[in-house]
């Protein structure tokens, strides 16, 4: 039985107030609260075992290192990831997509080689392919989204071409919640020799992964949006796609030797870890992945899949509030706007003043608002500890909205 306000005694914050209101925290898809075990066992790490990793012989040192390294193992196992080896710990998905296009695509790749995106990628997942374009003439390949917002695989398949290099698209989307069928791009792609990154960041929290399944190439997820601490993440890379890499920043850790006129690597994953990492946001990860297994995966998404379909129904009577993106199963993230309505600035600060923290914006997702035809939504973005009586608030905060824009 998932007990929702047991969750919620867990995130401090949520018991705070926002403009003399409870808080309604509705912006989870741009970052998540924290639970009590993750703020705790930050402070801990910091107050009574923090040192640097991997280089010291004094046990404070030893400490770090086992937590640090533990975490890798807790990443692999929150993925479905067999070998743990192939856990890269880092900053988060913007760096692990930029580690693959400096570090496997661009020694790959030249000028008329392709790459296929969907429509509905953030620009985490755009903006490193542009530079690829920009900088050795790599070729974009945009698939669309269907009318309802789903993207559909077989399009993403028949988009590969004899150049095509790679297939670089988001497992859900963060302005639409359309979950993606990445098990059969990873299939189709894999069968005609091509790799798929797979853009995890909003996924991860939803839903169970496992990647031994899914068959990727590479898999990347941003700490933050994991109800862990910010940049903190990690990027899963196939063994194969190892051999393939070349490193991405140098500096200590990375390295075997170095003298005056020459360098080796250490063995992946330290290939890809250079200098000092993000132990101590490493350590709260770790935690708050634990966390979430504790509570169990299925259990998070049945949780969220009956406030999503609430809030569908109550957004859905609403007659004046578009919302954006009905694709069968999509995850409780709702992007709208108003008929007759200021910009989704003025209606967020509405909703903030009710005490409904929302996002309001493009999302990071310029090309998906272009083919929507859109410059900005409102959105509002559930997680774990939310609950239908929020999705209440919001709608009467919408409502009082729709009034003073008359
Ligand atoms: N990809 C998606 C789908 C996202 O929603 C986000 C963040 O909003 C990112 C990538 C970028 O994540 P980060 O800024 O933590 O690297």
Redesign the pocket.
């Known amino acids: 039985m998932y007990d929702v306000e047991k969750i919620r005694a867990d995130f401090p914050i949520l018991s705070r107030e926002v403009n003399g209101k409870p808080l309604v925290y509705l912006d989870n898809?741009?970052?998540a609260q924290k639970p009590k075990a993750v703020i705790d066992a930050v402070t801990t790490a910091y107050a009574e075992e923090y040192s640097n990793v991997h280089r010291g012989l004094h046990t404070l040192s030893n400490i770090a290192t086992e937590k640090y390294e533990a975490v890798r193992g807790t990443v692999a196992r929150f993925l479905g990831v067999s070998d743990e080896s192939q856990i890269v710990l880092n900053?988060?998905?913007?760096?692990?997509?930029n580690m693959v296009a400096y570090g496997w695509a661009m020694p790959r790749m030249e000028a008329g080689d392709e790459i296929v995106l969907s429509v509905m990628?953030?620009?985490?997942?755009i903006v490193p392919w542009h530079f690829l374009r920009e900088r050795q003439g790599v070729v974009l390949k945009w698939v669309d989204t269907e009318p309802d917002g789903s993207l559909d695989p077989q399009k993403v398949l028949d988009a590969i071409g004899p150049k095509t290099k790679l297939v670089a698209v988001?497992h859900?989307?963060?302005v639409l919640g359309t979950v993606v069928d990445v098990n059969t791009i990873c299939k189709g792609a894999r069968a005609q020799g091509v790799p798929v990154l797979v853009?995890g960041?909003?996924a991860a929290v939803h839903m169970p992964v496992n990647l031994d399944e899914m068959g990727c190439d590479f898999y990347?997820v941003?700490?933050?949006?994991l109800y862990g601490p910010?940049a903190s993440?990690a990027a899963f890379v196939r063994k194969e796609r190892y051999d393939e890499m070349r490193p991405f920043m140098g500096g200590g850790d990375m390295i075997r030797e170095v003298h005056k006129d020459w360098i080796s690597w250490n063995d992946p994953p330290m290939k890809f870890e250079a200098g000092t990492p993000g132990i101590v946001q490493a350590i709260g990860l770790g935690v708050a992945l634990d966390y979430m297994m504790g509570v169990g995966m299925q259990a998070i998404a049945a949780h969220e899949a009956d406030l999503g379909a609430y809030a569908q129904d109550r957004l859905g009577g609403l007659n004046w509030l578009n919302v954006q993106g009905h694709a069968p199963g999509k995850a409780a993230i709702f992007s709208f706007t108003m008929d007759g309505a200021a910009h989704p600035h003025d209606l967020s600060t509405i909703l903030d003043k009710k005490g409904v923290a929302v996002r309001a914006g493009h999302?990071?997702a310029n090309p998906l608002m272009d083919h929507i035809g859109l410059t900005a939504t409102c959105r509002a973005s559930l997680g774990m500890y939310n609950t239908r009586a929020e999705i209440d608030t919001l709608v009467e905060a919408l409502e009082l909205a729709h009034d003073l824009f008359g």
């Open positions: 898809g741009a970052s900053s988060g998905t913007t760096e692990g997509i990628e953030h620009h985490a997942n988001t859900l989307s963060n853009d960041s909003q990347v941003t700490g933050h949006k910010s993440g999302h990071c």
